[in-house]
């Protein structure tokens, strides 16, 4: 009970007065609008959701895992190379599928032409 109260106040000082908390080495709005973290130091980890978790009033959590050795084809030919998924968990108050859609979209052509934008 009392973690639950104590989180209450402290998501409170945080997001609505926009108060930050060094002691406690929490900046206003601390977490942004995605939370985005890894796993991939992580044995075995290859396809892990993160949750959706009110505290950090975030819209989506963003997940890397940890790699792993694929089969993909180069020019014709089958090589073996390190393949990553990357998760995220949606806050559907927040957006709905045909925006992820479009957000899902986006990234993986990064992801796949990274030329393009770099």
Known sequence: MFVQVLTQIVSFISYNLEIP?????????????ILLTNVTAMKGYHDAFGPITNFTRTMATVVMCTPMDRPIAVNGEVK??????????????FLDGSQGA?????????????????
């Open 21 to 33: 908390l060094p002691f406690l080495k929490i900046e206003k709005n601390h977490f942004g609008t």
């Open 80 to 93: 073996i190379a390190k393949m990553m998924n990357v998760n995220v968990t949606f806050d559907h108050r």
């Open 102 to 118: 479009k957000m899902y979209d986006s990234i993986t052509d990064v992801f796949e032409n990274p030329a393009k934008y770099f």
